[in-house]
């Protein structure tokens, strides 16, 4: 079946340092990747999205791309801030086995400190 | 502005009771999600709807109950077989089968055991 594995948290940092957060997947299809983040006490936001091997998502300074090679879609940011505090999930969805559905990891708690 | 709203935000559920969790979203999706979300862990599937009149079970529906008797609405009963039923949980939406396409997640609501 589908799984994604996320490094183990939590992660703490400074302000302005960067940020890492490993993420690997187990499909038998051709998934969709994404990365959702979670502020406390309210529902996920997609983060950034990569549907083919080789794409590169980003959004509000966060990238991760999609290697089918190492079956890896790791979310790095260059500079974080303290508003960046959150938990982040990746997910796929894999038309093939699972149509729309969602496979998510354990989720890394993210903490950056003045 | 389109998106899902959850209702209530917090739920509190006394032993041998039914209660029923409301989801409703305006964005004209085909497909709706309900998740269970326990502290540190990742998100589960309880049940999801592809098209109005129709549900299947998702990784952990024993002791939930759903309905989709209206495109924009698909409520979520925790009923007294659940016998954890503390948790935080999300209904989210997606445009249909495609894949690629990122659901999109309301607000949470949070149930305890009085």
């Known amino acids: 079946g589908n799984s994604v594995t996320q490094m183990e948290g939590p992660v703490t940092l400074s302000e302005e340092a960067f940020l890492t957060i490993n993420c690997t997947y187990t499909?038998?299809?051709?998934?969709?990747l994404f990365w959702y983040v979670q502020y406390p006490g309210e529902g996920l936001q997609l983060l950034l999205k990569?549907?083919?091997?080789?794409d590169k998502g980003s959004n509000k300074g966060f990238e991760a791309t999609y290697r089918k090679e190492t079956t890896s879609f790791h979310l790095e940011k260059g500079s974080v801030q303290v508003s960046d505090s959150a938990v982040y999930f990746c997910?796929?969805?894999?038309?093939?086995?699972?149509?729309?559905?969602?496979?998510f990891g354990e989720g890394t708690q993210l903490t950056v400190n003045p | 502005d389109g998106g899902i709203t959850q209702s209530p935000k917090y739920l509190f559920r006394k032993e041998g009771q039914n209660v029923t969790l409301s989801c409703e979203q305006n964005?004209?999706?085909?497909?709706m999600y309900w998740y269970r979300q326990d502290p540190g862990q990742g998100l589960r599937l309880i049940y999801y709807?592809?098209?109005?009149?129709?549900?299947q079970k998702g990784d952990i529906a024993e002791g939930y109950s759903v309905s989709r008797e209206k495109k924009e609405s698909f409520p979520l009963t925790v009923t007294s077989a659940q016998k954890n039923p503390t948790a935080f949980y999300l209904c989210?939406?997606?445009?249909?089968?495609?894949?690629?396409?990122?659901?999109?997640f309301g607000d949470g609501t949070r149930l305890s055991i009085l």
């Open positions: 989210a939406s997606s445009p249909g089968q495609q894949s690629n396409q990122p659901q999109h």
């Open positions: 499909a038998t299809g051709y998934p969709s």
């Open positions: 990569a549907t083919k091997a080789d």
């Open positions: 997910a796929l969805s894999d038309r093939e086995t699972s149509g729309s559905r969602l496979t």
């Open positions: 964005l004209n999706h085909d497909a």
């Open positions: 709807s592809q098209i109005v009149n129709d549900f």
